[in-house]
């Protein structure tokens, strides 16, 4: 083989490499980052839904407090008491 040929090769296949080097980076960088925005949406998501499990139990155990078995008028509908 003529060595213009192999140099010429040689600069090809080693753009065509370090090209899809670069891609194939790029493409799991941004696999990376899309896969952590899910998480941290989901870890987001239920932030909120606990919190809001927090402030109904919250309501709940206060409302149990008020409600005794001394005070039977606002544990029972009217009907029953």
């Not at 140099?7 to 090809?12: D, F, I, K, L, S």
């Not at 753009?15 to 493409?27: D, E, F, K, N, Q």
């Amino acid at each position: 083989m003529d060595t213009a040929i192999v140099t010429a090769m040689a600069g090809v296949l080693g753009s065509l490499v370090g090209g899809s080097a670069s891609v194939a980076t790029t493409w799991v960088t941004q696999r990376a980052l899309s896969k952590r925005e899910l998480v941290r949406t989901e870890i987001r998501r239920r932030e909120t839904l606990y919190g809001e499990f927090i402030s109904e139990c919250s309501a709940r155990i206060i409302d149990s407090f008020e409600r005794t078995l001394e005070n039977r008028r606002r544990c029972c509908t009217p009907m029953l008491c």
